[in-house]
């Protein structure tokens, strides 16, 4: 590439970061841990942002929805993903879960006692005595087996449990004595089922006379999730209904008509019937369908499965174009009924009566004690079995909630600043250089910023005004022990902790610290008391240091080579109050 005719292009228009680095790297091969950084903001043909081309072509009908899922299609069958299906606005579809090729990967060619034996089918007779021979005999067309010297035997519709006593009472006929006889049912014949309405791929199916509906319906695909019933699904024979088939109830109970199939059995999905949605403290979130108008709410509660933490009922549904809400205690769902297009929600709305505070550091009582909701910071203080060390004038108190909100901004502040870098602008060639080496800085102190956990401490004004505060659950009471101690730490060239000398000042104890490091910011010190309390000292001059202080020397940025140098000591000097943790370029 040539360097001379790149410059002046640089120096006329002004281009972001990301493409300063490109440049760079073409050029003048910067340090990679740079690139590495920023490679991810680059968008690739497997990136969400990466523009696709995109066609605009109609599904064909008989292939399934997408439903944010992908199925695929393997020996002339789809093969759906595992998992219930989602409908378009994400919610799972209560019954899909049925149809993922577990049913049609296993046809049922057994025997059960009820078994009526079809044409086709072909039985074993065995005889013994007067006469040994054993046949295998198929049922033909006009429902008989052939015995030689005994003629037909009608089996056609003869109960499987039932065959050996049929086949018995007509060879007694011919042979009274001297002549035993036992049948049994071989095999069955294949049929050939339609498969039709509202499923994924309909079409004529075979299978065994015995397998059962799942296995054809799998066959086709499954139930079309936008369209198709779970609840209305019809066996046909010759125009007429034979059984109407809940998958509701096979999930909840287990039922399924027995049904055996001949040759030109339909199998009919109809229509999605009525639908409500649930969300919340339920094991079955997602949409169900009725198939009967105003259907219990407790109905679908024994589909959802509410936890037992779900104390109470929602319900928002439109009334004549406008919206309505209903909330209810859980143990009153009877008296509702649910209307099509419901959106249920079960919630938990428990009053604590109590709450568990842990009490650590210097105390000889137990780590954790239980308070009743509200108890106050005072409350908690008074639980505690001080050690003739514990320093109760300095009590600290940690909560969880203030963490988290404190990882929050901190999180709030690093992004804006990677925001910042990655979109400077550069006017020169010269320019463009160095702002990639202060990325690649920059980058890395905010990986490591990342990496901080706050402790969540709550700052106390005085131990005198904790009955102001009320403690949360899962709220920690540390006791600090006595100290004659001052630890120094951060940019000094020793971090070490010291003897307390009363009276002197602060340059001292830095002094046996090694005094600063090059990198330090002399003037800007902070002082963390026994009691949590964070004081921005300056330079500390004239400042007096406390038994049980920690002193923290805060790193200085290049404020003359760093363009973000303020925006970087905000976001230090915040990790040091939060985490007590001094974090470097």
């Known amino acids: ?160 449990g039932d065959l050996n006593q049929t086949v018995n009472q007509h060879i007694r006929r011919v042979y009274k004595e001297n002549v035993d006889a036992y049948a049994n049912l071989m095999s069955t014949q294949t049929v050939k089922v339609f498969v039709s309405g509202y499923v994924s791929k309909p079409g004529l199916y075979q299978g065994f006379s015995s397998d059962s509906a799942l296995y054809y319906l799998d066959r086709a695909g499954g139930i079309d999730p936008e369209r198709g019933s779970f609840v209305n699904i019809s066996l046909i024979r010759s125009g007429q209904k034979l059984a109407n088939l809940n998958l509701y109830e096979f999930i909840e109970k287990g039922k399924l008509p027995i049904t055996q199939f001949r040759d030109g059995d339909v199998i009919l999905v109809g229509p999605l019937q009525d639908t409500v949605v649930i969300q919340g403290e339920v094991n079955n979130a997602g949409r169900f369908e009725f198939e009967e108008a105003n259907t219990p709410l407790s109905r679908l509660l024994t589909l959802a499965s509410p936890k037992a933490v779900g104390t109470h009922v929602s319900i928002r549904r439109a009334v004549h174009g406008s919206a309505e809400a209903i909330v209810f205690p859980r143990e009153e769902s009877d008296h509702y009924t649910l209307q099509p297009g419901d ?170 610290a090694g005094g600063f490091t090059h990198n330090a910011n002399p003037s800007e010190l902070i002082v963390i008391r026994p009691n949590g309390a964070v004081e921005n000292v300056g330079s500390g001059r004239g400042f007096s240091v406390g038994a049980g202080d920690e002193v923290i020397v805060l790193p200085k940025p290049d404020r003359k080579g760093l363009i973000f140098a303020k925006d970087i000591m905000t976001i230090i000097y915040q990790i040091a109050v939060a985490a007590r943790v001094a974090v470097n370029l």
Do not use: C
């Open 1 to 160: 590439m040539n360097i001379r005719l790149i410059r002046p292009l640089l120096a006329l228009v002004g281009v972001s970061l990301l493409s300063q680095v490109l440049v760079a790297q073409s050029i003048i091969e910067p340090d990679r841990t740079a690139l590495e950084q920023l490679q991810p903001l680059i968008p690739t043909p497997e990136s969400p942002s990466y523009p696709q081309a995109t066609m605009n072509r109609s599904a064909p009908a008989a292939a399934p929805a997408d439903n944010g899922q992908q199925a695929t299609k393997i020996d002339g069958t789809f093969q759906p993903p595992r998992g219930p299906l989602l409908t378009k606005d994400g919610q799972p579809i209560f019954g899909s879960q049925l149809f993922q090729g577990d049913f049609r990967n296993v046809s049922f060619s057994g025997f059960n006692p009820d078994y009526q034996v079809g044409t086709g089918d072909v039985v074993q007779i065995m005889l013994w005595g007067g006469i040994e021979t054993v046949l295998q005999l198929t049922v033909d067309a006009q429902g008989n087996i052939f015995l030689p010297r005994i003629g037909p035997v009608p089996v056609l519709g003869v109960r499987n």
């Open 343 to 512: 959106f249920v929600e079960v919630t938990t709305r428990n009053i604590p009566k109590s709450i568990m505070v842990t009490i650590s550091g210097e105390h000889l009582g137990p780590q954790r004690v239980v308070l009743p909701y509200g108890a106050t910071l005072s409350e908690g203080i008074a639980k505690i079995s001080p050690s003739p060390r514990s320093k109760l004038a300095s009590v600290q108190l940690f909560r969880r909630s203030v963490a988290e909100r404190q990882k929050a901004l901190l999180t709030q502040s690093l992004d804006n600043l990677e925001r910042n870098v990655l979109n400077v602008q550069s006017s020169s060639y010269e320019e463009a250089r160095l702002r990639v080496a202060e990325s690649q800085l920059v980058l890395s102190f905010i990986k490591r910023a990342r990496e901080v956990e706050p402790k969540g401490q709550v700052l106390l004004e005085s131990v005198e005004k904790a009955d102001q505060i009320a403690l949360e659950d899962g709220d920690i009471i540390f006791v600090p022990a006595q100290s004659a101690l001052v630890t120094v730490y951060g940019e000094v060239k020793f971090p070490n902790t010291q003897t307390f000398r009363p009276n002197e000042p602060l340059a001292k104890y830095i002094k046996r």
